[in-house]
């Protein structure tokens, strides 16, 4: 399924929270979410992280854009575990930007952190 | 107005007066009995009103209470009855009924006496709950219709008081029964609150925590509730915003499901939990109260994040292995590409060094023998003429010239290809950036590659004017061989009867030299076009390739250099494979 399509189903079915993308010119792909990260909107935003990696090119970059989001379950955690370990398989660098320090605080309770690439502003 | 009757035909006025004023009075008495005394006790003392009234010897009533309880009043007392109604109905034996009374006997109320020859009862009141029955026996004499009549009469006027009677002592009974309920489910949720295993909490709309359960001592590490309750939840939350975003969702849903939460133990240790709660609201919406229900879910994650740290571990150790394997095969694709080129070169460069050098030698013998012939010729005359025109030496010396020129020219051909091989790999450079002549590179890699394209495409090349840049040659050559290698491959998988196409341009844009090689090739498909630089990525045969040519190609131009490798491809066919490389070499952090 193509990240635009994807996209469009999600943004459906979480239209107080819409997701974003963004395309640099490298190829990379932004995606910005907003909202919560629980256990169904976890299983909603998993197709959406699939599709953006196989639509990032090879060597290319995925980056997830966590600022507006408000709360995390380890659900969430779990996916973004997940997308990571996918990501490493295709060479895509997955990055988590502006994390929460609310999200960060659970991904570090859970010994996660130091897993992932995390910048802290777009730039 | 009933009157009740003797049992003879003839009667006197004033008796009968007497006996109407006697019944108005039982009736009295019985209606002032059954409205004052609402408890069963009532029952007793009508018996005795009507023993008294109809002078009976034997006086009971059968009755059946709003609790469904079967009792039986005789002499002054109250007994639950134990005999089965068929046992009742055999004691009694044929039973005549008239007006509603029935006329039995002789019969002895069961553990009351000996037997009374006439025996009569009647309904006394009935409802759907209650039904109370008197039976009135006597030794002299039937029972008169008058009689009988007047317990009819006295019935039926307490019909409608009973029935008050009986109706309040259902409603008690039926409120008596939901107390008896509720104290009960009070108790089974009292029991389900305290002896949950989970936290079972309430708060007040402030977040205030006004009760809890044992298990919240266990969850939060406390050892009194009072610890907990009276005190704002957050107090309890390792994030007090975690706390504040689940009262807005509970704010504005009415409720919450498994909300993940971190608590503080009351020894500093955290606890992972999963939280459902909703609220008690008022009037207007107001939240009167949050009532949760909150779940240790800490081993779960605890092995959850061992699985996720373990794969995520288990994932880097992969990458760090394909990573290794990507670099071994670049260095051993080099090493044998760059080895075999070198060693071919170096061994062609020596008997070529001395080919050419006794060429030249030879060269310069023949212009010497040629100066010496025509010495020879104005010296001796026509026998040399004779042997020159035999000889054919004047086409032979004629053609000295063009054969050493052409053979000049090999030998430089020679010497350039054994250059070119030796310049390929670059070994000697190893990892050290170096001035590079792209253009150059691209007539090296061609010649290196010149057997796998000359029989499947024609080269056409449009080299621009480029500067040398800062590159490690070896590695932007082995590139460019891996592109055109495939250009060539994707060319020959069409089996097509005449050649393809492979064009070569280079030309300068700003800063950067920019590399276009071009195939008329099948192309590749969209859907594949953004995984060709994946590690291990093919599409050709198994034994045909790694899948790790481009990927390293990917990793020396632009993690090395700091450059672009891009792909643009048609669907009718074509491949285009742009690199660009930054002229003064790559930007600090790459490479």
Redesign the interface.
């Known amino acids: 399924m193509l990240l635009e399509q994807a996209l469009a189903r999600y943004n459906e079915s979480h239209p107080q929270a819409p997701a974003e993308t963004k395309y640099s010119s490298?190829g990379d792909i932004l995606l910005e979410l907003s909202g919560?990260l629980?256990?169904k909107a976890s299983s909603d935003v998993a197709p959406l992280l699939e599709a953006a990696l196989?639509?990032?090119?090879?060597?290319g970059r995925l980056v997830l854009d966590l600022s507006r989001v408000?709360?995390i379950?380890?659900t969430g955690?779990?996916l973004l575990?997940?997308t990571?370990?996918a990501a490493?398989?295709?060479?895509v660098a997955f990055v988590l930007l502006d994390i929460p320090?609310?999200v960060k605080?659970?991904m570090d309770?859970?010994?996660?952190l130091s897993?992932f690439n995390v910048e802290e502003s777009r730039d | 107005m009933i009157e009740a009757r003797s049992g003879s035909s003839r009667e006197e006025p004033g008796r009968g007066i007497a006996q109407a004023t006697r019944l108005l009075e039982a009736t009295v008495e019985l209606c002032r009995l059954f409205a004052q005394d609402e408890s069963e006790k009532a029952n007793l003392e009508a018996v005795d009103v009507l023993k008294r009234f109809l002078a009976a010897e034997g006086a009971a009533l059968f009755y059946v209470n709003g609790r469904r309880e079967y009792r039986f009043c005789v002499a002054g007392a109250e007994f639950p009855i134990g005999l089965p109604e068929a046992r009742w109905k055999e004691s009694i034996g044929p039973v005549r009924e008239v007006h509603g009374v029935a006329r039995f006997g002789p019969w002895s109320l069961p553990g009351f006496g000996g037997p009374l020859p006439y025996w009569i009862s009647a309904e006394l009141y009935s409802s759907d709950s209650n039904v109370g029955y008197v039976l009135l026996g006597r030794s002299e004499g039937p029972w008169s219709e008058g009689e009988e009549l007047s317990l009819s009469s006295i019935a039926y006027t307490i019909a409608p008081i009973v029935g008050v009677r009986i109706e309040r002592e259902r409603e008690q009974f039926v409120r008596h029964q939901a107390e008896v309920l509720l104290s009960e489910n009070e108790k089974r949720l009292r029991a389900f609150f305290e002896d949950s295993r989970d936290m079972i909490y309430t708060a007040n709309s402030e977040d205030v925590v006004t009760s809890v359960n044992a298990a919240a001592l266990v969850l939060t590490g406390r050892s009194e509730k009072h610890e907990i309750v009276g005190h704002p939840f957050s107090g309890l939350a390792?994030?007090a915003?975690?706390r504040e975003?689940f009262l807005r969702r509970i704010r504005e849903e009415g409720y919450v499901e498994?909300?993940?939460i971190?608590l503080v133990r009351g020894d500093g240790t955290?606890v992972?939990c999963l939280e459902t709660a909703h609220t008690l609201r008022g009037p207007g919406g107001v939240i009167l109260e949050l009532q949760g229900i909150i779940k240790d879910?800490s081993e779960r994650?605890k092995n959850?994040?061992e699985l996720?740290?373990a794969?995520?571990?288990l994932?880097?150790a992969?990458?760090k292995l394909q990573q290794t394997q990507v670099l071994m095969v670049q260095h051993e694709k080099m090493a044998s590409i760059g080895q075999l080129a070198a060693g071919i070169a170096h061994e062609i460069n020596n008997p070529v060094g001395f080919l050419k050098s006794n060429h030249a030698i030879i060269e310069k013998y023949a212009s010497r023998l040629r100066l010496a012939w025509a010495e020879a010729r104005a010296a001796a005359g026509p026998v040399i003429d004779e042997i020159e025109s035999r000889m054919d030496l004047s086409y032979v010396f004629s053609e000295f010239d063009s054969i050493f020129a052409e053979s000049a020219e090999g030998f430089s051909r020679i010497m350039r290809i054994v250059g070119n091989l030796k310049n390929f790999s670059r070994i000697d450079q190893g990892t050290e950036f170096e001035l590079y002549d792209v253009n150059g590179g691209i007539e090296s890699t061609l010649i290196v590659a010149r057997n796998e394209i000359k029989y499947v495409a024609e080269v056409r090349q449009s080299l621009g004017e480029l500067p040398r840049i800062r590159a490690r040659g070896g590695e932007v050559n082995q590139v460019l061989l891996n592109i055109l290698v495939n250009a060539a491959q994707a060319i020959e998988s069409q089996k097509r009867t005449e050649k393809g196409l492979i064009e070569i341009e280079t030309r300068l844009a700003g800063d950067w030299a920019r590399i276009l090689v071009r195939d008329d090739g099948p192309g590749i498909p969209e859907s594949i076009r953004?995984?060709?630089?994946?590690?291990f990525?093919t599409t050709k045969e198994p034994g045909k390739g790694t899948g790790l040519g481009l990927?390293i190609s990917?990793?020396i131009i632009?993690?090395k250099h700091g450059g672009?490798l891009s792909v643009e491809s048609e669907p009718e066919g074509g491949t285009a494979f742009v690199i660009e490389l930054p002229v003064g070499g790559p930007p600090p952090l790459a490479g």
């Open positions: 490298r919560d629980g256990m196989l639509q990032c090119p090879g060597r408000g709360y379950s380890s955690v779990g575990s997940t990571m370990i490493e398989k295709r060479s320090p609310r605080s659970i309770t859970l010994g996660l897993f | 390792l994030n915003a975690d975003f498994d909300y993940e971190v955290t992972f879910i994650i959850e994040g996720w740290k794969n995520l571990e994932a880097e992969n990458l953004t995984r060709i630089f994946d590690p990525f990927s990917y990793d632009v993690t672009r």
